[in-house]
């Protein structure tokens, strides 16, 4: 169901997302040295969205959020969006300088802010629960849950400890040294260890045993705590670090600066490395294994963003973080290591990487080739026998010598040697630029402008466009299965087998520039990127282009690498952007037709890079024996491992949601009134190797048919939704394409306007019912008054025309039947005497014969208009006298069976009868041709049945309204108007050739009994 968007409130709402977009992004700032040679080094402040520079705590919390304890309240971070807590916007909120943040067994966050007791978050708000009244210093300063349970609270004035709703208070009064606790901490038997502003206590077995300056300790004040994996305790004091082992306490870091210095954070990390925070002097560290107490030491000078360390944590993903009085820094193993000079480069402008079969990797740099083996890099310039430094190409013939290709120059070391070859020495160009050992152990040369060149037993043999290259700057040689090489030209790429070139031009292919990097899986499938285009499939004589418009990360790439030994894993390229993947199942899905687009994941800076920018050499990238992978790039030789990918799902959460810009109670389901608009949902996800790049999903189901891409937007904008029960859910990917495909749901109800409510709807239905019945029964009524009026005035007109016939059959009867009946006695008078003439008489006897023949006539006519039985014998024997007469003039055989009919009907209605009964008659006469029929009348069930039958042709049964000449008559239409007005029904059967039955039913009227 499509949303409906209003085009003001889509300006709005765009408005509204372009204001808000850069508020959700936090930026951070990255340090390209790296930290005690091997962390990147991450950088929030209040420029980068912290909502205050200094950091007093640390925590991540089981629901995947790092917590963050400022000078401000408490801030909640997923690694984009910063979210202050404080009393400002959480009424429970006590204090606003932040001391420690604490999770218990039972994943609980306890908070403790400066002078303000204790406050637990739940369901995205805080209860406090102040001690004023109950504990000796309502300043808890931190707190320890030990390994059985008890809690463990550092106060300005004692140490408390809680066991459910109990708790109990230890002072000096009770064997500790100071009643100012600072740090809580148990070894690895079980006992406990307070550092307390007097010296440092052991509790055990009920006692506390004590140590101080006396015993060893630098410092008075003993601040922080840590056991190393060996078991020994690392004790920071108010003047620097000591060690304790063996029931002895040793002083380290004197010559590194330490000594002096108060040591605030302690922190013994999971790989055994010792991470020191000291409150000026910077960060000292001393890695796991380290033969002597040696500490490295950073400081601002380095790099380190302020000198007052006030917290050290290390997360579950065992990276470090640094709380400073100068921002948020995370220190993280980096997914790419980088060498540069300082590792021993010759130049850290890398135009080319490649592994030899020695295991040795070199890298050709912009002022020499540099060589990394057993961990060392050797370097050769033109003092070795280059002809010159700069190397952009390299490779390897089959008796194990390096190949080298330069701007001026191609050559090889051989036992330790250099030689080049120039144009002199028949090299078709001195820019050469790249070199192939292919599997027979021949050494092919691309240059710019020569051509493609052959060297073999001493010699150099070329091709170029006369050989029928595409043309002569070949930059990238490849070769397939099959053994055809592959060369990447200027407008095109061709492929050359058996002494033959053929040719591929780019503008026939795909819009762009020559072929830059090939690559041929293990299903035989080759890819090839064009410059400037994008990424070809070739596969069976045919190419399929992948463009950056369906999801290529960019138009160019200058190599391209797998990072397993089947077709399962992904593709890797290099470009100006950086280092991206694409999966090669995706390619495939999508060149198949089976999906529209591709996901590319990009790498840059955030990963380890020191520069997105890679270099297009030949090769400019190489997968290495060991499965990892190698890129040249414009600030080092930078190399991951890919199967290092975190394959973890993020955790997914719906963090609130705003209904016309007010912040809506977290956690319940949103109920949107009428008239209520602009509905907004944060939601996010937590993964913290790449989280910026997390990408999102949602959906509202009942709404949406499909899901919603939203990319890395954290916020999903509804400006109007319909009436309807929704579930709004959102799904996210780790960064590196590993989805959460549960993710997070909320029900949504859009409550309907009154008038599209159900009982709305309803009462609307009924009323539309009411009024369609009432017009329903106007209309039945007024059909029925016409039809009474049409029946009254055919009754009318009926009874008219018996009136009529009732007069003219009198006026026939009385008038001119006794005229003739004169006429005729006056003939016979004059017949009397016996002397009239002959002639005269036969005149009278003519006379006579025409009037009584004219009498009968007009006794007919006047019969047929008005039966006399009906009025004298009745109905019965009226129809009788009529069939019996009209079977004695047709010829045809009717049997009669007439049931006494006397006084069923009003007069009106027998003579409607009566012309019923006679009209089916002289139908049979006129148009049956039948031999045989019968007419019967019965009367049982209250009702008269009129039944007339006959053997003749029959007929097509229709709407019989003419007769045969097709003139209109009243037939059986007319009969059917007389059985309608008396109230019957009347039935017709009749086929070709089988006869008629008409059949008709009357009820009876019950009139009062008639004397015939």
Known sequence: MPRRYGAGRL????????????????AQSFSQQKVFGRYQQVVWTEEHGLPQNTVRAILRASDGYLWIGTLSGAVRFDGVRFTLFNGANSPDFKGSY???????????????????????????????????????????????????????????????????????????????????????????????????????????????????????????????????????????????????????????????GLFDLETRELLCDREG??????????????????????????????????????????????????????????????????????????????????????G?????????????????????????????????????????????TTAGCAGRF?????????????????NARVVYGDRTGQVWIGTLGGGLTLYSEGRFTNYTEREGLLDNDVRVIYEDRAGA?????????????????????????????????????????????????????????????????????????????????DDSGNLWMTCDRGVFRVSLKDLNDFADGRTRSVVSFAYGLTDGLLTRECNGGAPGAWRARDGRLWFATAHGVAVTNPKSLNTNPPLVAIEG??????????????????????????????????????????????????WVDAGMRRTAYFPYLPPGEYTFQVIADNGEGVWNETGSSLRITVVPPFYRTWWFTLLGLALACGLAAAFYKVRVNRLRRLHAQQEAFSRRLLESQESERKRIAAELHDSIGQNLLIIKNRALMGLAPESIPSPTREQLDDISAISSQAIEEVREIAFNLRPYQIDRLGLSRAIEAMVKKVAASSGIRFELNVAP??????????????????????????????????????????????????????????DKTTDETGKQGFGLAGMAERVRILGGVHRVASAPGRGTTITITIAVQNAPQVVP
């Open 11 to 26: 300006i709005v709402w765009l408005s509204w997302l372009c204001i808000l977009a850069p508020e959700d992004i936090a």
């Open 98 to 256: 932040i001391e420690w943040i604490f999770e218990d067994r039972q994943k609980n966050l306890w908070i403790g802010a400066e002078n303000s007791g204790l406050m637990r978050f739940s369901g995205d708000r805080f209860r406090s629960w102040p001690l004023k009244d109950t504990l000796p210093h309502e300043n808890v300063v931190n707190l320890y849950q030990d390994r059985r349970g008890t809690f463990w609270g550092g106060t300005h004035r004692g140490l408390l400890r809680f066991e459910g709703d109990r708790f109990t208070v230890f002072t000096t009064r009770d064997g500790l040294p100071h009643d100012t606790i600072e740090d809580v901490g148990e070894d690895p038997e079980g006992n406990l260890w307070i550092a307390t502003g007097g010296g440092l206590s052991l509790f055990k077995d009920g006692r506390f045993t004590n140590y101080t300056q006396r015993d060893g300790i630098p410092g008075g004040a003993v601040q922080a705590l840590a056991w190393d994996r060996s078991g020994t305790l690392w004790v920071g004091s108010s003047r620097g670090l000591a060690r304790f082992r063996d029931g002895r306490f040793t002083v380290v870091g004197v010559r590194d």
């Open 273 to 358: 490395n010792l991470w020191i925070g000291t409150l000026d002097g910077g960060l000292f560290y001393r890695p796991a294994g380290a033969a002597d107490d040696r500490l490295l030491r950073y400081t601002p000078k380095d790099g380190l963003p302020s000198d007052r360390i006030s917290a050290i944590y290390q997360d579950p993903d065992g990276d470090i973080w640094i709380g400073l009085n100068g921002g948020l820094m995370q220190l993280r193993t980096p997914r790419f290591q980088v060498y540069t000079p300082e590792h021993g480069l010759a130049n850290d402008f890398i135009w080319t990487v490649f592994e030899d079969s020695r």
């Open 360 to 404: 040795a990797v070199w890298a050709g740099t912009a002022t020499g080739l540099s060589r990394l083996s057993n961990g060392r890099f050797t370097t050769f310039t033109i003092r070795d026998g280059l002809c010159q430094s700069s190397a952009n190409g390299l490779g390897e013939d089959s008796g194990g010598n390096v190949w080298t």
């Open 414 to 430: 051989n036992n330790g040697e250099y030689r080049y070859f120039k144009m002199k020495d028949g090299l078709p160009s001195d």
């Open 485 to 565: 090489l592959w060369l990447g030209c200027r407008t095109g790429f061709s492929r050359f087998k058996d002494g033959r070139f053929t040719n591929f031009p780019t503008k026939d292919l795909i819009k762009g520039g020559g072929g830059r990097a090939f690559y041929e899986d293990h299903s035989g499938n080759l890819w090839i990127y064009v410059r400037d285009g994008g990424l070809l499939r070739y596969r069976d004589g045919k190419f399929t282009p992948i463009t950056t418009r369906d999801g290529l990360y960019d138009a160019t790439a200058y190599a391209i690498l797998p990072d397993s030994d």
């Open 657 to 706: 949601a705003r209904l016309e810009r007010e912040r809506l109670p977290f956690g319940a389901d949103i109920r949107v009134n009428p008239g209520q608009e602009d509905l907004e949902i944060d939601y996010t996800g937590l993964s913290w190797s790449r989280p910026k790049e997390i990408r999102f999903r949602y959906r509202l189901i009942g709404l949406d048919r499909e």
């Open 901 to 958: 009919l006397k006084g069923l009907f009003t007069k009106e209605a027998e003579i409607s009868l009566y012309r019923i009964a006679q009209e089916c008659v002289n139908n049979i006469v006129k148009h049956s041709a039948a031999t045989d029929a019968s007419v019967a009348a019965t009367h049982r069930n209250q009702a008269v049945e009129l039944r007339f039958e006959d053997n003749g042709k029959g007929f097509v049964v229709e």
